[in-house]
């Protein structure tokens, strides 16, 4: 397919917290000029567990997909994911649910941290992202996702640098490159970075408008130990799709970004920036 366009994270109604149906998040990001879009509502689990995928309604999603599949096929490459959470203890539960359910791409993300006096922090309470209770907690529950072998990629585990300080976040990812490389799993380049809220460090408050994530400084050291690298836009509404993929790439590129990945039947698939319609779809925004 030439002149490809690549969104490997986004999420519809199945999602509960996020809106528009699969036919309607499929033609939103064909209008937006993806032209390989993976679909990846949250899955199941035991906490929040209702405001994500039901598991009654598994079977419905991936018919939902497979069905537009066909009702687009030419238009768009379309494919089964999920984004499936990360907590200690939780493993066999996520393997029972992959052993079930073929797909193309499985994301594995955290967004929930148990920290020691057995509080939950949730990843966009941003106030308590700062605490070293949380950070040893988070950093070490992202080392055990990536030695549990479920995963294709992990999921934004940069997102909390819209509350922390980048030499901070730094610090604290680096002794995980090595088992990032011994996984063999992708790291994503989530573009909700470029949207979402962040602390402003000089007052604490939540401002709009600045990049927080991707990490560019940690991107550099990806790019150095040959970390593949998936893209997405994590939108969770239509008129998000395919949003912030041609900006990040095209603030990316400069920095050494030559490839990009996405994933069909659990299998990577490797393409070349220069193949990718970036720079059209940027110009026509």
């Known amino acids: 397919m030439e002149g490809r366009m690549i969104d490997s994270h986004c999420h519809s109604f199945y999602s509960k917290h996020a809106v528009g149906t699969i036919d309607e998040l499929v033609c939103a990001s064909i209008a937006a000029g993806v032209t390989v879009l993976t679909i990846t509502d949250h899955a199941p689990f035991p906490v929040d567990a209702q405001n994500r995928l039901l598991e009654a309604e598994l079977e419905r999603y991936f018919a939902d997909i497979d069905k ?29 649910l992959l052993a079930h359910y073929p797909m193309d791409f499985v994301i594995g993300s955290i967004h929930y941290v148990t920290v020691a006096d057995k ?8 106030p308590r992202l700062a605490a070293a209770s949380f950070l040893d907690k988070y950093f070490a529950q992202l080392e055990a996702l990536l030695e549990s072998q479920l995963f294709d990629a992990v999921g934004h585990a940069d997102t909390l640098l819209r509350a922390i300080p980048e030499d901070v976040f730094l610090r604290r990812f680096e002794p995980l490159i090595t088992p990032l490389v011994r996984s063999g ?16 460090p000089t007052t604490g408050k939540e401002v709009t408008g600045r990049w927080s994530y991707p990490s560019r400084a940690l991107l550099e050291k990806l790019l150095e130990n040959n970390v593949p690298l998936t893209i997405g836009s994590d939108a969770h509404d239509p008129r998000d799709a395919g949003a912030g993929i041609a900006e990040l790439l095209a603030a ?16 990577r698939i490797d393409v070349l920036l220069n193949d990718l319609q970036f720079h059209a779809a940027l110009a026509s925004r």
């Open 68 to 96: 537009a599949q066909q009702t687009y096929k030419g238009e768009i490459t379309l494919l089964r994911g999920l984004e499936l959470d990360y907590m200690p203890g939780t493993e066999r539960y996520n393997r029972q």
């Open 119 to 126: 509080a939950m922090v949730k990843v966009w309470e941003l």
């Open 252 to 267: 990316l590129r400069p920095l050494g970004l030559q490839s990009l990945c996405y994933y069909q039947q659990r299998q």
């Open 185 to 200: 799993i992708a790291y994503e380049l989530n573009a909700s970075g470029l949207r979402k809220s962040s602390l402003d």
